[in-house]
């Protein structure tokens, strides 16, 4: 024997007077737990495992057999392996022509790995040998009569067993012997047969092994039904078949026949009269033939009938004739929509070269806005002003991939995607065709639908689009796509880059104020049973109706509050039973609305130390931003409170950096900030405010609280700063301009780079609001401070020299000098 299988003559890990341990080749087993006192044949292709094999042959023909806990690993380490196994006899080898073996091996005794040695070719193990409680008593009597019947019937039910091996089963006396070579042949995971292994009492290991035959014998029932309802439901379809055939047979000898003759002939007329594509033509005919050739009772004949119908319901080439008229397209939009110039002026671009080109691939447009801007129906009114159908399809909520490209024709029920059933309701193959929501679609297992309209909404592909349920390309590059969508950011980015993308901002009160003069009063009137010459809304109630009662983007709050004045008059009507003439004035609003729902910012009364009016957009608007500083003995902190965003609080930071720089200019002191502290509020302060327009309104607060200078209560003012006291451009002008003309502010500080976007701004407020241009914060400083007369803000001083650290070095100083001077 080699001297590994010797005993250890070191007994490291043993007590002294206990029996030393072997080592043993390690065989992992995958799939395959073997058991004590049974022969199983294993092939063996892992080299190491190969290795082992040899090993043990080269000896006494003995190793160790554990199963793997994962039997997907190729390349096992030892935590992969279970402890507990069988010493088992190696009977025969046999080296096969792939390279891999079989081995015939006969478990001996139960064992436990003690510990593994190293071994870079296999695996070698010390062994434990596992001790059996093997005292019988009547329990063991009566589990071994159990479990002998519960065997029997498992053998009965499971072909795999036969005859010979239930008589050598059931003869065998020895109740140790008896459990495992039942455990083997039964059709256990991994996991159940590692259990019984483990198992050291007799009656326990008995018991357990009883329980899961059981369990097999109630599997085995349950297939044993399914195969037998599964047979039953062939032998139906046999016979539903056979009757069929019998009925065609009666049909045809009664002459009943002729009627699915007659609807065969005309299906034909109709593929002949459709203008199809090629490759669509081809189809519709194959699948014509099969249908003549099946029952009409059958229910494939249905599905092919469905298919062709499909087919031939489509617009191939059925297109309405566009209105090419500029002028007429462009009044129609104008009536139908005020405002939203941007839209407007693409649609017009499109219909212009168009009608010099003739052909154009359809534009893919994606508006993008708050909820009530009127997105959907501008969509409805291209559709009016091109003479073209119109159909929407709302993306809200679509998960499914085959919502847009069908499913195919296999399922049972299936039909094609949504672009395919709403073109076959549109009756024409030039729509234009409004995808409502695109950016509310969401993904989960059934694919990702926002995926599938990469190849819709691209116009060097839609021209062959496949849906899988028609299986054939069809051109859509001639339909004009509408995308509407609420925000940009859940949009995935290929998507996105497929369209053309229009912002359309909230209304301004000046355009909600005319939407509501020009369309929802007069709609509302006339839903409401009422007649436009007796009912009447003067401007400013209107105007109080959209500054007290909404705070909206849109106009569908707005509308909704008209509608419910016009209620309430249409029940005054009913009642009284006359019709006279009714003006709704902004004092009657309360009566009609009850108490106002929301304020608007108003500008101060009279000049206050470091309170500062801002201006700052919303979806709603613009609105007025009151900015508070005050000064406190401390120790130089900055406190920020009014619900402020990451970048507000960072702007407050380089407008308290840019006071700090301008110190000595200021008259203030050189430590000034050690000695107090700054504390800035935004009202109001449950509402979240963010950007970086406050600079120079956070910066003018504090510095008017540091020299006690009150500021002009009728100026506003946006803008971002540096921190050099530059002023950088900012965003929603227009809006910020309005919210000051209607807070009754007379003057806007704005940044010069916005210049640009004065033009936007309505001729009628720009009479009314002055706007000061400043590019630098010490312009916006004696703008907006208080000053007496004959008073300058900033010290007349010598032109500035920056201190560098680097020139005085280099004159010799050292560096202490230089920090202390």
Known sequence: MHSDMLNLSKKEDNDFGKEPRLLYPLLPLRDVVVFPNVVVPLFVGREKSIKALEYAMSLQKEIFLSAQKDAKIDYPSNDDIYLHGTLSTVLQLLKLPDGTVKALIEGKERGKIARFKEQEDFFLVEVDKVETNNKTNLETKALIRSLNLNFIEYAKLNNKIGAEIIAQVTSIEDPLRLADTIAGHLA??????????????????????????????????????????????????????????????????????????????????????????????????????????????????????????????????????????????????????????????????????????????????????????????????????????????????????????????????????????????????????????????????????????????????????????????????????????????????????????????????????????????????????????????????????????????????????????????????????????????????????????????RAEEKDTVGLTTGLAWTEAGGELLQTEATIMPGKGSLSLTGKLGEVMQESAQAALSYVRSKARQLQLPDNFYRLIDIHVHVPEGAIPKDGPSAGITLATSIVSALIQKPVHCNIAMTGEITLRGRILAIGGLKEKIIAAHRGGVNKVLIPFENKKDVGDIPKKILKKVEIILVSNMDEVLREALVLEEGETLFLEQKEYQPFCIQDHLKKGSTTSEVIAH
């Open 188 to 601: 256990l995971g991994v996991s159940d047969k590692q259990e019984i292994l483990e198992t050291k009492n007799l009656n326990l290991r008995l018991e357990r092994l009883f329980e899961k035959i059981g369990n097999e014998i109630d599997i085995l029932r349950l297939e044993q039904r399914l195969r037998k309802r599964v047979k039953k439901q062939m032998e139906k379809t046999q016979k539903d078949y056979y009757l069929n055939e019998q009925m065609r047979a009666i049909h045809k000898e009664m002459g009943t026949q002729d009627d699915f003759k007659a609807e065969l002939a005309e299906l034909e007329k109709a593929i002949k009269r459709k203008r199809l594509s090629k490759e669509a033509y081809v189809r519709a005919n194959q699948e014509y033939k099969k249908l003549k050739l099946m029952s009409p009772m059958s229910a494939e004949a249905t599905v092919v009938r469905n298919y062709i119908d499909w087919i031939l319901s489509l617009p191939w080439y059925k297109k309405t004739k566009d209105k090419l008229n500029i002028e007429e397209a462009e009044k129609i939009l104008h009536n139908d929509h005020f405002g939203l110039e941007k839209p407007k002026e693409r649609i017009l671009e499109y219909l212009s070269v168009q009608s010099l080109t003739k052909k154009l691939r359809g534009p893919i447009l994606c508006l993008v806005g708050p909820p009530g801007v009127g997105k959907t129906s501008l969509a409805k009114s291209v559709a009016n002003a091109t003479s073209r159908n119109f159909v929407r399809l709302s993306l809200g909520g679509v998960r499914d991939e085959a919502e847009i490209r069908g499913h195919r024709r296999t399922y049972i029920g299936a039909l094609p995607g949504k672009i395919i059933q709403f073109l076959k309701k549109a009756r024409s193959n030039n729509p234009v065709f409004c995808l409502d929501e695109v950016d509310k679609m969401s993904t989960d297992f059934r694919g990702d639908p926002s995926s599938a309209l990469l190849e819709v909404l691209d116009p060097e592909q839609n021209s062959a689009f496949n849906d899988h349920y028609l299986d054939l390309d069809y051109d859509l590059s001639d339909i004009f796509f509408i995308t509407t969508a609420n925000s940009l950011h859940s949009i995935p980015a290929p998507l996105k880059d497929r369209m053309e993308i229009i912002q359309l901002p909230g209304y301004t009160e000046l355009e909600k104020l005319e939407i509501a003069k020009q369309f929802l009063v007069k709609k509302q009137i006339t839903l409401n049973g009422l007649k436009i010459e007796n009912i009447s809304f003067t401007e400013k109630a209107i105007l109080k109706i959209i500054r007290h009662y909404t705070r909206e983007a849109g106009v569908r709050n707005l509308e909704r509050e008209i509608s419910a004045i016009c209620r309430k008059l249409a029940r005054k009507v009913a009642t009284e039973g006359k019709y006279e003439k009714i003006a709704v004035k902004a004092q009657s609003i309360r009566t009609y609305l009850g108490v106002t729902k929301f304020n608007y910012g």
